[in-house]
């Protein structure tokens, strides 16, 4: 076997490469490294012109399989892996890796830390997004999907950040609607991560809607038998789901909601 076929190979065991899956393939092929712009030249570039690679954008990288009679499309969940070293899938995305989205985006969420050095970008009708968080560590869990490793927060984590940022997941319905199918929830996870947010008004929500989902999804019976969260306190304020939308009173949570907020799960 010719050395490009190889390449060619070895890229499509990985369907989406980047930098570092380049420097990994060069040792495995050539058993050494090679300087990039030779690399690019003899075997990448040919490739390309070949229509058995796509270049993303610059380090990036979609294999094509010239066997496959059907139009290789590139794989959002595999590009959004390989944009930054240090990440995890979230949000919007995450509840699609759990299985439990409501609808299917087009857009990926890459949640990174401030520092790095991420731009938005659109490619084939895709749109990848960047947020930020301090902490990219906690209550994230490796998954393997087509046979590479993925980083996306676990069901506790993607429960409070939906609820968190319901902007980047859809808006409230989606992610009502969304959560109702949300596996494997722990509510000793999800008091852990409310600490690390340490937001009066985010344990309220969060408190809300699992009562919501208790009351409405399988999913979240094992919580009901632990209580969920806790009441909050007579002395607390008073405070708003949606910004200025007094809508009906929640007692329990000294929190107002949209009328129709509980209903929107009931309209799956």
């Known amino acids: 076997m010719k050395k490009i076929d190889m390449v060619y190979a070895e890229i499509m065991k990985r369907q989406v490469v980047n930098t570092d899956d380049l420097d990994e393939i060069m040792f495995s092929v050539f058993g050494k490294p090679l300087q990039y712009k030779y690399f690019y030249n003899q075997y990448l570039s040919k490739l390309v012109k070949e229509n058995k690679l796509v270049r993303i954008r610059r380090g990036l990288y979609h294999g094509i399989d010239i066997y496959s009679t059907r139009k290789s499309k590139p794989d959002k969940y595999l590009i959004s892996a390989k944009l930054r070293k240090h990440y995890y899938l979230g949000y919007h995305t995450a509840l699609e890796l759990h299985g439990c989205a409501y609808s299917d985006f087009n857009r990926c969420y890459i949640v990174t830390t401030p520092n790095s050095k991420f731009e938005p970008f659109y490619y084939d009708n895709l749109n990848f997004q960047k947020v930020f968080t301090r902490d990219i560590e906690s209550f994230i869990e490796t998954i393997k999907y ?36 949300l596996g ?31 009351k409405n999804s399988p999913y979240y019976k094992h919580i009901e038998k632990q209580k969920g969260l806790h009441p909050i306190g007579k002395s607390a304020p008073d405070l708003f789901i949606k910004k200025n939308n007094r809508g009906k009173y929640i007692p329990k949570w000294k929190l107002f909601a949209p009328f129709d907020f509980a209903e929107l799960i009931r309209e799956v």
């Open 184 to 214: 494997n929830v722990k509510i000793h996870e999800v008091q852990k991560i409310l600490k690390i947010y340490d937001k009066q008004i985010l344990y309220r929500k969060c408190g809300y809607v699992l009562d919501i989902m208790i």
């Open 146 to 181: 087509s046979g590479q490793s993925i980083c996306v927060s676990n069901p506790s984590r993607t429960f409070v950040e939906c609820i968190n940022r319901p902007e980047f997941c859809g808006g409230w319905e989606e992610v009502l609607k969304s959560l109702d199918s």
